[in-house]
């Protein structure tokens, strides 16, 4: 069975990053999307709520499961047994940065592999920062986020 692991801080998850996902369950067994503690950046949503806020958008995909963790990807995915690390990418700027994470989990386990799934092009300009921002203003996010997100951030800042 190939496992795959689709690791990031998803503050909040964003189509694009279920774009990715979806492609990735169509090529793997399995695939568990890992809500990473980064110590290094400063974040908007609590792990247990983005972890929830997964759940809930990928609840139709049958072989996906979520997790979180604090520490090295690498030593994740080896712990899970997998086999694979997804990475999307956005545009060509995301490129250098994510070869860079590659190549570093590559000299720490070379039998697990990188493969990067290139967002569809109505997703390129999501990202988690920009839906944060537009919510807070109290714009229109419909566009950008699947439904459960959207009903909890417009929740959060209604009462915020």
């Known amino acids: 069975m190939k496992t795959a692991i689709y690791p990031g801080s998803f503050d909040p998850i964003t189509k694009g990053h279920l774009d990715v996902l ?9 695939v568990i999307v890992v809500v990473s503690v980064n110590v290094n950046k400063k974040s908007f949503l609590p792990v ?8 809930a958008s990928c609840q139709d995909i049958e072989n996906v499961e979520t997790d979180s963790y604090d520490g090295l990807t690498i030593e994740y995915a080896k712990r899970h047994g997998a086999q694979v690390i997804i990475r999307g990418l956005r545009a060509v700027s995301d490129f ?14 070379s039998d697990i592999h990188t493969v990067f799934l290139i967002t569809k ?27 459960p997100v959207k009903s909890f951030l417009e929740h959060k800042y209604k009462k915020g």
């Open 22 to 30: 979806k492609r990735a369950a169509d090529i793997f067994d399995k």
């Open 121 to 147: 092009p109505k997703y390129n300009f999501i990202s988690s920062g920009t839906v944060r921002e537009i919510a807070q203003m109290g714009g229109d996010i419909t566009k950008f986020v699947p439904e």
């Open 96 to 109: 250098e940065y994510e070869m860079q994470l590659s190549q570093a989990n590559s000299a720490l386990c």
């Open 48 to 55: 247990d709520e983005r972890v929830n806020l997964i759940k």
